[in-house]
Protein backbone atom coordinates (compact mmCIF):
# COMPACT_ATOMS: atom_id res chain seq x y z
CA UNK A 1 0.00 0.00 0.00
CA UNK A 2 1.13 3.90 -1.22
CA UNK A 3 -0.30 6.44 0.79
CA UNK A 4 0.18 10.21 -0.57
CA UNK A 5 -0.67 12.64 1.49
CA UNK A 6 -1.80 16.06 -0.31
CA UNK A 7 -3.33 19.45 0.71
CA UNK A 8 -0.66 21.39 3.11
CA UNK A 9 0.47 25.00 2.85
CA UNK A 10 0.57 28.14 4.51
CA UNK A 11 -2.49 29.80 5.99
CA UNK A 12 -3.41 31.94 8.34
CA UNK A 13 -4.60 31.23 12.18
CA UNK A 14 -8.41 31.22 11.56
CA UNK A 15 -7.98 29.18 8.26
CA UNK A 16 -8.85 26.14 6.73
CA UNK A 17 -7.32 23.13 4.76
CA UNK A 18 -8.36 20.03 3.82
CA UNK A 19 -5.90 17.87 3.65
CA UNK A 20 -5.92 14.26 1.28
CA UNK A 21 -4.49 10.50 1.95
CA UNK A 22 -4.99 8.79 -1.48
CA UNK A 23 -3.95 4.97 -1.34
CA UNK A 24 -2.70 2.89 -4.38
CA UNK A 25 -1.61 -0.72 -4.58
CA UNK A 26 -4.48 -2.36 -2.34
CA UNK A 27 -7.86 -0.96 -1.26
CA UNK A 28 -7.96 0.16 2.37
CA UNK A 29 -11.42 0.27 2.44
CA UNK A 30 -11.22 -2.63 5.24
CA UNK A 31 -8.22 -0.89 7.19
CA UNK A 32 -8.41 1.50 9.98
CA UNK A 33 -7.01 5.23 8.75
CA UNK A 34 -5.01 7.60 10.77
CA UNK A 35 -3.79 10.81 10.49
CA UNK A 36 -1.09 12.27 12.81
CA UNK A 37 1.24 14.99 13.20
CA UNK A 38 4.91 15.96 14.11
CA UNK A 39 5.94 19.60 15.02
CA UNK A 40 9.72 20.79 14.97
CA UNK A 41 11.21 19.46 17.92
CA UNK A 42 8.37 17.52 19.53
CA UNK A 43 7.45 13.50 19.06
CA UNK A 44 4.66 12.38 16.52
CA UNK A 45 1.07 12.57 18.05
CA UNK A 46 -2.07 11.57 16.74
CA UNK A 47 -4.57 13.95 15.56
CA UNK A 48 -7.71 11.54 14.38
CA UNK A 49 -8.41 8.43 12.88
CA UNK A 50 -11.54 6.62 11.67
CA UNK A 51 -12.84 2.73 11.42
CA UNK A 52 -12.80 1.04 8.00
CA UNK A 53 -16.66 1.83 7.75
CA UNK A 54 -16.58 5.33 8.55
CA UNK A 55 -19.01 4.60 11.81
CA UNK A 56 -16.86 5.24 14.73
CA UNK A 57 -14.37 8.27 14.81
CA UNK A 58 -11.19 9.83 17.14
CA UNK A 59 -9.52 12.89 17.44
CA UNK A 60 -7.10 14.23 20.11
CA UNK A 61 -8.53 16.76 22.42
CA UNK A 62 -7.32 19.81 20.88
CA UNK A 63 -8.71 19.52 17.61
CA UNK A 64 -12.13 18.43 18.89
CA UNK A 65 -14.60 20.80 17.49
CA UNK A 66 -12.04 21.98 14.26
CA UNK A 67 -10.96 19.20 12.91
CA UNK A 68 -12.96 16.26 11.38
CA UNK A 69 -11.90 12.66 9.38
CA UNK A 70 -13.52 11.38 6.89
CA UNK A 71 -13.02 8.86 4.08
CA UNK A 72 -14.50 7.96 0.78
CA UNK A 73 -13.91 4.04 0.40
CA UNK A 74 -14.86 4.37 -3.57
CA UNK A 75 -12.29 6.80 -3.93
CA UNK A 76 -10.02 5.06 -1.99
CA UNK A 77 -9.06 8.11 0.08
CA UNK A 78 -9.23 9.42 3.61
CA UNK A 79 -9.78 13.45 4.39
CA UNK A 80 -8.78 15.90 7.21
CA UNK A 81 -10.87 18.66 7.41
CA UNK A 82 -9.15 21.58 9.60
CA UNK A 83 -10.60 24.63 10.20
CA UNK A 84 -10.01 27.17 13.18
CA UNK A 85 -6.57 26.69 12.34
CA UNK A 86 -3.60 28.24 15.09
CA UNK A 87 -0.03 28.41 15.19
CA UNK A 88 0.70 25.17 16.93
CA UNK A 89 -1.43 23.23 14.65
CA UNK A 90 1.96 23.99 12.29
CA UNK A 91 3.49 20.70 11.81
CA UNK A 92 3.82 17.70 9.49
CA UNK A 93 0.77 15.94 8.67
CA UNK A 94 1.23 12.13 7.80
CA UNK A 95 -1.82 9.71 7.12
CA UNK A 96 -1.00 6.14 8.09
CA UNK A 97 -3.12 2.62 7.49
CA UNK A 98 -3.64 -0.05 10.04
CA UNK A 99 -4.50 -2.98 8.43
CA UNK A 100 -6.85 -4.26 11.45
CA UNK A 101 -10.32 -5.03 9.91
CA UNK A 102 -12.02 -4.63 13.03
CA UNK A 103 -14.53 -1.90 13.95
CA UNK A 104 -11.68 -0.67 16.48
CA UNK A 105 -10.41 2.77 16.73
CA UNK A 106 -6.18 2.73 16.65
CA UNK A 107 -4.42 5.63 18.31
CA UNK A 108 -1.06 3.97 18.78
CA UNK A 109 1.48 5.12 16.24
CA UNK A 110 3.34 1.30 16.58
CA UNK A 111 0.28 -0.36 15.53
CA UNK A 112 0.21 1.35 12.07
CA UNK A 113 1.24 -0.79 9.16
CA UNK A 114 1.51 1.71 6.01
CA UNK A 115 2.90 5.91 6.12
CA UNK A 116 2.43 8.44 3.72
CA UNK A 117 5.75 10.71 3.29
CA UNK A 118 4.00 13.31 5.20
CA UNK A 119 2.59 17.28 3.95
CA UNK A 120 3.44 20.28 5.73
CA UNK A 121 1.29 22.80 7.40
CA UNK A 122 2.48 25.83 8.48
CA UNK A 123 -0.57 28.06 10.38
CA UNK A 124 1.09 31.75 10.42
CA UNK A 125 -0.24 34.12 13.37
Known amino acids: VQLQASGGGLVQAGGSLRLSCAAS????????MGWFRQAPGKEREIVACITWNGGRTYRTDSVKGRFAISRDNAKNTVYLQMNSLKPEDTAIYYC???????????????????WGQGTQVTVSS
Open 25 to 32: GRTVSRYV
Open 96 to 114: AADQDQSLNLQIEMSEYDY
